[in-house]
Every structure is written in structure tokens, then in C-alpha cells.
T-cell receptor, first 109, second 118 residues
Framework: GQNIDQPTEMTATEGAIVQINCTYQ??????LFWYQQHAGEAPTFLSY??LDGLEEKGRFSSFLSRSKGYSYLLLKELQMKDSASYLC??????????WGAGTKLIIKP | GAVVSQHPSWVICKSGTSVKIECRSL??????MFWYRQFPKQSLMLMAT?????????EQGVEKDKFLINHASLTLSTLTVTSAHPEDSSFYIC??????????????FGNGTRLTVT
């Protein structure tokens, strides 16, 4: 079956750095997305990786290793507004999206 | 950037009534739109894929006669929850992909509709 694993919850301190890991097992691979979702709101797109390596976008970076079925989202200079759930989503060979359960990130002052 | 407008943002209805939710792509066209449901503290669950000009594709376990989907144009899809029951209370989110961007481009999400059935 298809499966995505990410931690349920993480806590970090304002101004610090946090890394949210995601491992996946899917039928083929056509890219991996990270979305941010604040409570009660729809997800917003953060990043997309289809090739191995690091994609940097401001305070957020996303890394992919296809051979390991592994990705991480790195958040730097954490702000209180970064408190949200972060969803790891993989697109399989049929272009279907497989959603992780999300990681709830709690930022403390 | 691409914007998806979803309406209404929230709705309260009585058990047994029907509710229609609209999803519009404002500045792009989408041959395919997706409808998700999210229960509290759970991840998004795909309900159905809406295809312009043809029948929607429903995920296993989703009743197509209860959740009616119409994709009448390249910018509008509607989800009608028929004969709503309290267990249908949930957060419904639509999304769309710009048809010019390719199959592996990111989805653009509406703001969601919070449905409460009393």
C-alpha cells in the first residue's frame, strides 16, 4: 500500500530552526509537495521537489532523496505565525496525491 | 497568483436539507477540480475529482448520490450535499490545478466551507 509518515507534533522556539521529516512509500513518484495549514483554514502551497536535492525559498527549504523515499522541510528563524500543521504530499505515478497526516508545529516564545 | 474562490465559508443547515458549495477558479481555467473533506485533527481526504463536461470520479466509500458534483464550466465546480445529516458536518475544501501548468503543478485551494448540520 501507499504510505506517508511524518511526526504528529513538534515543538520549537521562536527564532530557532526546525526540521520536519517525511518518509514515503508510494506506487511511483511524480513529485513531493509541502503545504502549510493553519487551524480552520485551507492548506497553502510551500514547496515542490521532484529531483534530489535542496530547494530554498526564503526561510523555508525542502530537501528530497528519492532513493531513500525521504524529504524534509526546514524552517529557519521561526516566527509565532509559523505555528501550523505541515502536510507532506506525494504524487504517485498516476498523478494521484497521497497525503500525510500532517505535523503540528508548536512555536514557543 | 492563481486564486480559487469557495463559497460559502460556513453554513449551518438542518438535518435532511441540501447544501450547495461553489468552487471557482478566478484567474485560470481548470478541467479538473478536487473536493476534499477534513474532519477535526485529521488530514485531508479526497472525496471526488470533478471533471469539466463529464461525470465526477468518486473515491471509494463516498456516496455519489449523496455528494452531487457538477463541473459545468472550466472555472466552476459545485458540490451539493443532499439530505445532510449531522455526521456530514465537516470542513469541505476544493482545489484546482491550472490546466496550462501540467499534471504535477501544485494545487490551488479554496478557503474551505465549514458545514454544520443540526
Amino acid at each position: 500500500g501507499q504510505n506517508i509518515d511524518q511526526p504528529t507534533e513538534m515543538t520549537a522556539t521562536e527564532g530557532a530552526i526546525v526540521q520536519i521529516n517525511c518518509t514515503y512509500q508510494t506506487s511511483g513518484f511524480n513529485g513531493l509537495f509541502w503545504y502549510q495549514q493553519h487551524a480552520g483554514e485551507a492548506p497553502t502551497f510551500l514547496s515542490y521537489n521532484v529531483l534530489d536535492g535542496l530547494e530554498e525559498k526564503g526561510r523555508f527549504s525542502s530537501f528530497l532523496s528519492r532513493s531513500k523515499g525521504y524529504s524534509y522541510l526546514l524552517l529557519k528563524e521561526l516566527q509565532m505565525k509559523d505555528s501550523a500543521s505541515y502536510l507532506c504530499v506525494v504524487m504517485d505515478s498516476n498523478y494521484q496525491l497521497i497525503w500525510g497526516a500532517g505535523t503540528k508545529l508548536i512555536i514557543k516564545p | 497568483g492563481a486564486v480559487v474562490s469557495q463559497h460559502p465559508s460556513w453554513v449551518i443547515c438542518k438535518s435532511g436539507t441540501s447544501v450547495k458549495i461553489e468552487c471557482r477558479s478566478l484567474d485560470f481555467q481548470a478541467t479538473t477540480m478536487f473536493w476534499y473533506r477534513q474532519f477535526p485533527k485529521q488530514s485531508l481526504m479526497l472525496m471526488a475529482t470533478s471533471n469539466e463536461g463529464s461525470k465526477a470520479t468518486y473515491e471509494q466509500g463516498v456516496e455519489k448520490d449523496k455528494f452531487l458534483i457538477n463541473h459545468a464550466s472550466l472555472t466552476l465546480s459545485t458540490l451539493t450535499v443532499t439530505s445532510a445529516h449531522p455526521e456530514d458536518s465537516s470542513f469541505y475544501i476544493c482545489s484546482a490545478r491550472d490546466m496550462t501548468e501540467g499534471d504535477n503543478s501544485p494545487l490551488h485551494f479554496g478557503n474551505g466551507t465549514r458545514l454544520t448540520v443540526t
